[in-house]
C-alpha cells in the first residue's frame, strides 16, 4: 500500500480522499444522473419513435440515444463478461499473453489484441482499463485502445459495405500502423522518467518466469465451474470494475446527442472536402461531436462518398478515438495523471492528420 494509505482511516463522514477509500462510499453523481438522462431519452425515444409530440431538440437526444445504445448494448455486455473473466485470470498468464512491456512484440500482441476484439470504442475501454491494472505496460494500453475501437469484425463488415475492400484494408493497416508507433512512443517516454509507468507492472524478473499461456488457459478451462452462481458473481464484478466507464460513456451520451441536436450533419458534405481546410475542419468536428464507434462509422463513410475525401474519413475515425472525452477521462482516472491522457492525443493527432492529407490524394 501507499503511504497515505497507512494513515489511521478518516471518520466516516468525512469526504473520500483521492488514494483512499472512505468508510462510507460517496455516491457516484456523475453516473446517477447521466445515467438517468440516459434512461429517459431512451424511453422517450422507444414511446415516441416519429418524434413529432416533442420539441425539436429533445426528439433529436432522444432518438440519438434510443439508436447508439441499441446499436452499443451487445458490445457493452460482452466487455462486461470479458472484464470479468480478466478478473478471474492470473496477472502473471494475462501478462504472458501480452508479452514483456516496453518491447515492440509486446506492443504488437497488444495491438492486434484490440484488432481482434469485437467490442465498441466503450467496450474496448473497459477492458483496456483492467489490463492495465494487470500489469499491461502504458504503451501497451495506448496500442490496444488506438487501434481497436473501429476495427472489430462487425465494423470492418460495414465499412467493406460502404467504401469498398480497398479504403477499409488501408483504414485498417494505418490505424494498427498509428496503434504500433504510439505504443512504442508511449514506453519510450516511460522508459526516460517522461511519463509515470504502471505501477502494477511486474519487474524484468517476474516476466522471464512468466508461465506457458497454453497449459495455464488449460488449466484454468478445466478448473472453471459453470453455474448460476458462478456466472452470476462474473457478470456483477464486470459491472462493478466497469463503472468507472460506465460513468463517462453516459456522459459522452449525453453530450454528443446534446451537440448533434444543434450541429447539423448535413454539413458534412459540403464543407469537409478534400482540401487542407476541410481536413482540419473534419478534425474540429470529431473533436466536438463524441459519437461511438457505431456512429462514426456511417459518418466517416458519408465524408468518402459525398465530400470525396478519404483522408477525412480516416481522420474523423481516428481523431474521434484520440480526442474523445470520454477516453481521456477514463485515462485520467485510471492512471491518476492528467500528463498521460492528454498526450494521447498529443502522440496520435499529428500522425493521423499526415497520413489523412495523403490519403486525400490518392484518387477515388
Same mark, same amino acid.
Given at each position: ?30 453516473? /446517477?444522473?447521466?445515467?438517468? *438522462? ?6 422517450l425515444g422507444w414511446g415516441f419513435a416519429d418524434g413529432e409530440a416533442l420539441p425539436r431538440w429533445l426528439a433529436v437526444m432522444s432518438g440519438g440515444i434510443f439508436e447508439l445504445m441499441n446499436k452499443m448494448w451487445w458490445g457493452l455486455a460482452a466487455a462486461v463478461v470479458f472484464v470479468g ?8 498468464? *494475462?501478462?504472458?499473453?501480452? +508479452? ?6 509486446? *506492443? ?14 466503450? !467496450? ?14 502504458? !504503451? ?8 481497436? @475501437? ?9 465499412? =467493406? ?5 480497398? /479504403?477499409?484494408?488501408?483504414? *485498417?493497416? %494505418? ?17 526516460? !522518467? ?55 460513456? =453516459? ?21 469537409? +472536402? @478534400? ?8 478534425? %474540429? ?25 478519404? +483522408? ?34 498529443l502522440v496520435t493527432l499529428p500522425q493521423v492528420l499526415v497520413l489523412g492529407w495523403i490519403l486525400n490524394q490518392m484518387p477515388l
Amino acid at each position: 500500500m501507499s503511504s497515505c494509505c497507512n494513515k489511521p482511516e478518516p471518520a466516516p463522514e468525512l469526504a473520500e480522499t483521492s488514494c483512499c477509500p472512505s468508510e462510507k462510499a460517496q455516491r457516484d453523481y456523475l453516473l /446517477w444522473i447521466s445515467g438517468s *438522462i440516459v434512461l429517459v431519452c431512451y424511453v422517450l425515444g422507444w414511446g415516441f419513435a416519429d418524434g413529432e409530440a416533442l420539441p425539436r431538440w429533445l426528439a433529436v437526444m432522444s432518438g440519438g440515444i434510443f439508436e447508439l445504445m441499441n446499436k452499443m448494448w451487445w458490445g457493452l455486455a460482452a466487455a462486461v463478461v470479458f472484464v470479468g473473466l480478466l478478473e478471474r485470470i492470473p496477472r502473471e498468464l *494475462i501478462m504472458a499473453t501480452l +508479452g514483456r512491456g516496453g518491447t515492440f512484440k509486446g *506492443i504488437a500482441r497488444a495491438t492486434f489484441a484490440g484488432l481482434f476484439l469485437d467490442l465498441c470504442s466503450h !467496450g474496448i475501454l473497459m477492458v483496456g482499463t483492467k489490463l492495465y491494472q494487470k500489469g499491461a505496460s502504458l !504503451g501497451q494500453l495506448m496500442a490496444f485502445l488506438i487501434a481497436s @475501437p473501429w476495427n472489430s469484425l462487425s465494423l470492418t463488415i460495414i465499412m =467493406f459495405t460502404l467504401i469498398g475492400l480497398k /479504403w477499409t484494408l488501408l483504414y *485498417i493497416s %494505418l490505424s494498427l500502423l498509428i496503434g504500433l508507433i504510439s505504443g512504442v512512443i508511449f514506453d519510450r517516454l516511460v522508459g526516460k !522518467g517522461v511519463l509515470n509507468a504502471n505501477p502494477a507492472s511486474p519487474d524484468a524478473n517476474a516476466q522471464e518466469q512468466a508461465p506457458a499461456v497454453w497449459p495455464e488457459v488449460k488449466k484454468l478451462c478445466a478448473g472453471a465451474s459453470f453455474t448460476h452462481r458462478s456466472i452470476g458473481a462474473l457478470l456483477w464484478d464486470g459491472l462493478k470494475d466497469s463503472a468507472m466507464v460506465f460513468r463517462w460513456l =453516459f456522459f459522452g451520451l449525453v453530450l454528443a446527442t446534446a451537440i448533434r441536436a444543434f450541429v447539423p450533419i448535413d454539413t458534412y458534405s459540403t464543407l469537409f +472536402g @478534400p482540401t487542407l481546410m476541410g481536413l482540419l475542419l473534419t478534425l %474540429l468536428a470529431a473533436t466536438i461531436i463524441e459519437v461511438c464507434s457505431e456512429g462514426s462509422t456511417p459518418i466517416a463513410a458519408d465524408l468518402v462518398l459525398r465530400a470525396g475525401a478519404p +483522408g477525412n474519413g480516416f481522420t474523423f475515425l481516428m481523431a474521434g478515438i484520440a480526442t474523445d472525452y470520454t477516453e481521456i477521462m477514463i485515462l485520467k482516472d485510471l492512471t491518476k495523471s492528467w500528463k498521460i491522457a492528454l498526450f494521447l492525443p498529443l502522440v496520435t493527432l499529428p500522425q493521423v492528420l499526415v497520413l489523412g492529407w495523403i490519403l486525400n490524394q490518392m484518387p477515388l
